[in-house]
């Protein structure tokens, strides 16, 4: 085996053997274990989320398929709609072209062309974490055999009554020209205004404090062309007299009623409240308490439309309100409008006063246009029946959360869920199944074949619904559509309900919850049972990952590497403002200064395990990567110690005899212990535990002990055949166990030394993904053997540390007295003195007799038992005296010099807290060092 450690010469060459070998396929005897990889978009790359979420369902799906289960990991994409048509439209207007220049037809060819030319970056990607999916089974959610399941499911829900049109609300985005649903938009704090509006009352009406007019608050003084009312708080005694009067709608001449609703807070403000249901969300539900009509002011494109638009609340046109609007702000977009509109109420008197205002302006995250809840006809999900039973399959048990507060999460969105808005003014996704006639009916059906058989229309004319599905419908169908759905196929039968879904928590409802209500109601079974919920990987200070802020890692250029100018560059791309471009290149410079290493698949993959517990945010530390780097590189190099000392030689792969030493038997009891660890840790999802076992066992255990202690007897020339031909099968076979319990989270490295050390180990088979799962052998289990060698572990930990402290060189043999010694302590002595005395470099150990006084030593405990090293003849008192001086005369100025920085009251004021954090720590690091060194300089002059 190659003396280095290099990864990228083992990662491509093996998944290339496991994916052609078809090793991912279902092949166990077992039951039964699923995972629906959540399809990742068509158009996207990987990203620290995918990074992490794919480690841990390959991590499950690696351990489950080695305990002999029938395992499938299902893959597939998701068409995006919104993104993807974006792509496309983006290379269209760089010809200075329009989908709506080519027709429908040609704009889906063109999108379908780019679909297959570069949709499939993230499924390399995702290769290239090592992620065992069945390629062979890749679905994509425009497939022929999930646009049937979309159809299917649509169809079905419309005729159980299920799925509706009606006129609603939604986010729509003035630019895409699309609703959006509540995940697509972000909140941007921003600074903003709030106009404080006059409303005179009318006939003749007075405030409490004889004032004819209501002054209202509003930041979108744009939208008071669609006032429905004004609110007060039936409780505000300053406007209780006036609930059920009116005022003058100013410009507009309308009169609208004063109404009473706890919506309105007395203290915000004056505490009135202009209420315009079609443009306001929170608005919309007070309007539906009041039966107020619905005023719609804008077009498509968010300008004012010449003649409102009014609506009743059950949809239909509302023909008695004079609709009319004010001729001068007829096709203005929103924002000039408003501007207009302030500046005719300040001419007419009514502007009382603007204050700055605090703004989260809801913005589409694909056009970054400002959002503006808008009135329009969509399709829509009944809910609240489906909810029912998805709580209930939480609250029996069904499905579970893992960690189990989540279900708080699910419960609270699903007991106050609203109709799901399931159409996109799109054209790229699955077209809505329903066709109209010329007077304006709706007839749903798979086809237009079986729409007209069935409602007898022979030829008439008949027009498809232009919308397209929101992709989260598709993707809620996901566990079963991939699998064959609707037809009762094997794969559906054996693989469905799937075992876990892994996820992040803020699609909970987006996505879970949907999965979940689709599930039970299409298919009467649950999606999954188990829900592993993870948090967000952020930064190494808790922020969260966003270009804007410069901190965004790409988890493969963690594992093959970047230089730094292609990472400032790579972070800086497309940054429209220079300072902030400049700002993040000095940033990243200062981060990174000779870019980021290269180092592997597998030290990413078990940086992620180690990080994920319980649920909560990830801090993602590069210097952990580094560190499980370093693992990877302790357990390629062990593996060459085992090698050169067990390769061509004699290590009882058959029946010979072998005789265990207590250090090989100590090792296999330790192993059973890790096995037990682990296993049990994967079982409750706790990765983190998982990862820390394996670490602490390999690292701590296999490679720092065993192989230490080993040594003796295998370079022993007079050591017996028996113990040697023990010894060696011990390293093989704890090795070889060590291979498959890690082999979930490190694939790569772990399949690379198994295939060289299998056959010594006495194993076979063409791959380790295929071995099974180390099981405890209770037989091995001997707490004598770990009681014995935790105590010689002990002995030489003490004696290395009072060399340390002393500075006795490693090459200087040294005397060492027993004090306080128990009979164990000298029958362990007896059986472990060669062992010790050879690792430890000691001349001579020998125990106190009884009533000897002991000599002046240097100490240390192993129990009760005291460990001394005599002083005398070991160093130069006076060179060792003159030296500590020199030192703790460093440190003391070093204490005065922090100290006297943090007693400086101007520094503490001005520094940052995480700069005051460092000097604090610095200066209890020279403080704890100077005592050391003064109790050690005390320890050397006495003797």
Not at 155 to 184: C, P, Q
């Amino acid at each position: 085996m190659d003396k280095t450690y290099q990864p990228h010469d083992i990662e491509s060459r093996w998944y290339a053997e496991w994916e052609s070998k078809h090793y991912f396929a279902p092949q166990g005897s077992g039951e039964s274990y699923t995972i629906a990889l959540p399809p990742p978009n068509v158009t996207g790359s990987l990203h620290m989320g995918h990074g992490f979420n794919n480690a841990i369902m390959d991590a499950l799906i690696r351990f489950r398929r080695m305990q002999g289960r029938n395992t499938l990991w299902q893959p597939g994409t998701d068409h995006a709609g919104i993104a993807t048509q974006m792509v496309v439209e983006r290379q269209l207007a760089a010809q200075n072209l329009s989908r709506h220049d080519l027709g429908r037809d040609k704009f889906l060819e063109k999108v379908w062309e780019w679909k297959e030319q570069s949709g499939g970056t993230i499924t390399r990607q995702i290769r290239r974490l090592g992620s065992s999916v069945d390629w062979s089974r890749e679905r994509f959610t425009m497939d022929e055999g999930l646009s049937e399941a979309v159809k299917e499911a649509f169809v079905r829900l419309f005729d159980d009554g299920l799925i509706y049109r009606g006129k609603r609300l939604v986010n729509w985005d003035t630019k895409l020209h699309t609703a959006i649903s509540d995940l697509e938009v972000e909140n941007h704090d921003e600074k903003g205004s709030l106009w404080n509006l006059r409303y005179p009352l009318a006939d003749g009406a007075k405030t409490a404090e004889g004032q004819d007019y209501l002054i209202v608050a509003t930041t979108r003084p744009e939208t008071m062309l669609g006032d429905s009312a004004v609110a007060v708080n039936p409780n505000d005694e300053r406007y209780q007299a006036l609930i059920g009067k009116f005022v003058e709608l100013p410009l507009v001449g309308r009169r609208i009623p004063i109404i009473g609703d706890d919506y309105c807070d007395p203290e915000f403000g004056t505490g009135c409240v202009k209420i315009t249901p079609a443009h306001d969300f929170n608005d919309y539900e007070v309007g539906k308490r009041h039966n107020l009509p619905l005023i719609n002011i804008l077009d498509k494109n968010a300008a004012v439309l010449a003649t409102a638009q009014v609506f009743n609340l059950d949809g239909s046109v509302n023909s008695e309100l004079d609709a009319s609007l004010p001729a001068q702000f007829a096709g203005l977009d929103r924002f000039e409008a408003r501007k207009q509109i302030v500046a005719a109420f300040d001419a007419a008197g009514l502007l009382e006063k603007i204050d700055e205002h605090a703004l989260k302006v809801p913005k589409g995250d694909r056009s970054g246009t400002i959002i503006e809840p808008w009135l329009t006809d969509q399709w829509y999900v009944s809910t609240k029946p489906l909810a029912e039973k998805a709580i209930a399959a939480v609250e029996d048990g069904s499905i579970q959360f893992v960690p189990k507060q989540y279900e708080n999460m699910y419960f609270s969105w699903m007991r106050d869920i609203q109709d799901w808005c399931i159409s996109r003014q799109l054209w790229w996704g699955h077209r809505i199944p329903a066709w109209y006639d010329e007077a304006g009916n709706v007839f749903v059906g798979r086809d237009e074949a079986e729409v007209r058989a069935k409602h007898n229309l022979g030829d008439a004319p008949l027009r498809q619904d232009d919308d397209v599905l929101d992709t989260w419908f598709s993707s809620g169908l996901w566990t079963f559509s991939t699998l064959g759905w609707p037809e009762q196929t094997e794969f559906l039968k054996t693989f469905h309900p799937t075992d876990v879904l892994v996820t992040g928590f803020d699609i909970i409802f987006f996505w879970v919850a949907r999965m979940i209500m689709m599930s039970l109601h299409l298919t009467g079974q649950i999606p999954f049972k188990t829900v592993y919920v993870h948090g967000l990987v952020r930064d190494g200070q808790g922020h969260k990952m966003s270009k804007s802020k410069g901190n965004v890692l790409d988890p493969l250029d963690i594992v093959d590497g970047i230089d730094l100018e292609t990472l400032v560059a790579k972070r800086t791309s497309g940054m429209m403002q220079p300072k902030l471009a400049e700002k993040i290149a000095k940033q990243t410079r200062a981060e990174f200064p000779d870019g980021i290493a290269s180092y592997g698949t597998d030290a990413l993959r078990f940086t992620f395990c180690s990080l994920a517990s319980t649920g909560r945010d990830i801090k993602f530390d590069m210097g952990r990567v580094e560190g499980y780097r370093n693992f990877c590189n302790k357990l390629w190099n062990a593996t060459n110690f085992v090698l050169e000392n067990t390769d061509g030689k004699d290590c009882g792969a058959g029946d010979e005899t072998v005789e265990l030493s207590a250090v090989d038997r100590w090792i296999l009891s330790a192993l059973q212990r890790c096995e037990q660890d682990v296993t049990r840790h994967l079982d409750q999802f706790r990765f983190d535990l998982a990862a820390q076992s394996l670490y602490e066992f390999i690292w701590d255990e296999y490679c720092a002990w065993y192989l230490e202690l080993v040594k003796p007897v295998l370079w022993d020339e007079t050591a017996s055949v028996e113990r040697q031909r023990g010894t060696r099968r011990t390293l093989v076979q704890v090795l070889e166990a060590i291979l498959r319990l890690t082999h979930p989270m490190m694939p790569f490295i772990t399949e690379e030394i198994w295939q060289r050390i299998k056959a010594l180990a006495g194993k076979s088979g063409p791959t380790l993904m295929l071995q099974p799962w180390p099981s405890v052998e209770a037989n091995l289990l001997d707490a004598g053997a770990e009681g014995d060698i935790t105590w010689v572990k002990d002995f030489m930990l003490g004696v290395r540390q009072i060399r340390g402290e002393m500075k006795i060189s490693m090459a200087k043999r040294i005397d060492v007295v027993l004090g306080n010694a128990s009979e164990q302590d000298v029958a362990r002595l007896a059986a472990f003195e060669p062992l010790i005395a050879k690792l430890a470099k000691l001349e001579s150990v020998r125990v106190l007799a009884s009533g000897e006084e002991a000599p002046l030593a240097a100490i240390a405990l192993v129990g009760d038992m005291q460990v001394l090293v005599p002083m005398a003849g070991l160093i130069d008192k006076d060179a060792e005296l003159a030296r500590l001086d020199k030192e703790i005369q460093r440190l003391q100025g070093e204490v005065a010099r922090v100290g006297g920085k943090l007693a400086n009251e101007g520094f503490v004021a001005k520094a940052p807290e995480a700069v005051l954090e460092k000097e604090r720590a610095k200066l209890a690091e020279a403080e704890q060092a100077l005592a050391k060194l003064a109790e050690q300089r005390a320890r050397i002059a006495s003797l």
